[in-house]
């Protein structure tokens, strides 16, 4: 009998890549994608353990899943997956016992086998003896999973995982293991097959994608540069991007692939954290600000109209308002189009949640509320200017009324367009030529069909 599964994501682009990778590994047990939990006999939540709120959702969430298990008698597998899992393990078992697995992000290609032991052991007893397997396998999970199916024209790829910088607010090197590159030859393969799919855009994935390596097809070693370079080499292939680099780890051939490969996006995420050097150094960035700014400088020299975004912490232990207004400082100089900002969550087993000097609670959210107004100014500024200008557009989503199509621009701006309903999944150049409160509109100036 067919069965459902429904995955609910919270979190990274990488988990929205594991929670796509999971549902692989379960089609050929028979499951299909369900519409809600509702409709579904399994539900995996894919967790995220970055911050105390996006961990604190999951119990909120296995409540309303408990309900929902209690008024089927039980039939109804939940499984709890990603980071929150790999740092709680068997205490997610303890506050809820009705869960069936549990299973951190390296061990989801032995999803099958788990699913197999938690339905033996529910026939057995009756209320499925849970399984739990945070291991960090030694085998990779990537040489264990079937082939990518594409959902659209816009997929991701994971070719890195892990960190090794252990900066001092992070959960990832605990959660997520240390560094890891997948091989070349299979990312190149994984790539193809996306193509052939109708893929037209990667997005590189991985915790410190920029500190990919691995062994070029001729010998030699390649670095993520020389990957994106084979990678645009990919018929049919019209747009790369990578996310989330490390400043430290941008090495020259990956700058100058900047200026050198159309097919790679302007429009680069290069966390920076804090503006103070102070900050900087409590964190464990292991660079200053002159780092960073010099950095910036010469990606702007390889590509002009490189559009910079970042991921910034305000209220880390210890930060003094002038701290916080070297980050605004900061900001302003590198005009960021856009920039994730959070206020500084404790994670326990993390040195920076023992460090004194905590900053209160209504400090942190003046500071943010003063951050994000400055950079809802500059994600403004950037949008107006980009009306008048022609950008290329993939239009691969349905836009909000009969006929519109939605899609992104290079600097992943989303653009409605009336006038191009028979060209979905194609890169279109569009005129703009309005600006709404967080997209653009405009209107399709060409038939033929178009690169980046
Ligand atoms: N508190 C707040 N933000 C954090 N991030 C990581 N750890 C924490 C924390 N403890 C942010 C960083 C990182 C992004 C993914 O999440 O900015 O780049
Ligand atoms: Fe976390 Fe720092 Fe590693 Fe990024 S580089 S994943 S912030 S430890």
């Known amino acids: 009998m067919a069965k459902k599964l429904f995955v609910k994501t919270y979190g990274c682009q990488m988990n929205v890549y594991d929670s796509a990778r999971m549902a692989d590994v379960l089609a050929p047990l028979g499951y299909a994608e369900a519409a809600s939990p509702e409709d579904a006999d399994m539900v995996i939540l894919n967790t995220c353990h970055i911050r105390e709120k996006a ?53 989801y290609h032995r ?28 085998e990779p999970k990537f040489d264990h999973l079937p082939d990518a199916r594409a959902d659209g024209q816009a ?27 997948r091989p070349a030859q299979a990312i190149l393969d994984e790539a193809r097959k996306l193509v052939a799919q109708g ?38 292939l019209e747009r790369i991007r990578y996310t989330t680099s490390h400043p430290n780890d941008m090495d020259e051939d990956l700058i100058s692939a900047h200026a050198q490969v159309d097919k790679l996006m302007p429009f680069l995420s290069l966390p920076v954290q804090s503006g103070s050097d102070r900050i900087l150094d409590a964190m464990n960035r292991k660079h200053d600000r002159a780092f960073y700014l010099s950095l910036v400088e010469r990606l702007k020299i390889a590509k002009p109209d490189l559009a910079l975004t970042t991921d910034l912490i305000v209220g880390f232990p210890g930060e003094t308002d002038a701290d916080f207004q070297d980050t605004m400082d900061l900001v302003r100089q590198v005009g ?47 949008n107006q200017q980009s009306v008048g200008k022609t950008m290329a557009v993939l239009l691969d989503r349905p836009g ?53």
């Open 199 to 236: 893929v037209v855009e990667i997005s590189l994935l991985g915790q410190n994608v920029n500190g990919w390596h691995g062994d070029g097809a001729s010998g030699g070693a390649w670095g993520l540069g020389r990957l994106i370079r084979e990678l645009a080499d990919i018929q049919g």
């Open 55 to 107: 961990a604190e959702k999951v119990f909120s969430e296995l409540g309303r899943l408990r309900v929902l298990k209690t008024a089927r008698d039980g039939k109804l597998i939940i499984a709890v997956a990603g980071c929150v899992a790999q740092a709680e393990g068997a205490e997610i078992l303890r506050r809820a016992p009705f869960v069936d697995i549990v299973l951190g992000p390296q061990t």
């Open 400 to 452: 909000r009324y009969p006929g519109q199509l939605t899609g992104r621009s290079p600097f992943m701006q989303p653009v409605h367009v009336d006038n191009a309903s028979d060209r979905m999944g194609q890169i279109v150049h569009v005129r703009i030529t309005e600006l709404h409160s967080n997209s653009l509109a405009g209107e399709a100036i060409s038939a033929e069909r178009i690169c980046a």
């Open 155 to 181: 997929a991701f790829l994971s070719v890195q995982e892990g960190c090794d910088k252990f900066c001092t607010f992070c959960v990832v090197p605990y959660t997520r293991g240390a560094e890891y590159s």
């Open 111 to 138: 999803l099958p086998e788990m699913v197999a032991k938690a339905a033996r052991a529910a026939l057995k007893n009756g209320n499925g003896g849970a399984v739990l397997d945070t291991e960090f396998p030694l």
């Open 336 to 382: 960021f189009i856009n920039t994730y900002s959070f206020k500084y969550s404790p994670r326990p087993g993390t040195p920076a949640a023992g460090m004194p000097n905590q900053v209160a609670e209504a400090v942190k959210d003046a500071r943010l509320a003063e951050l994000q107004t400055l950079l809802w100014d500059q994600t403004n500024q950037f």
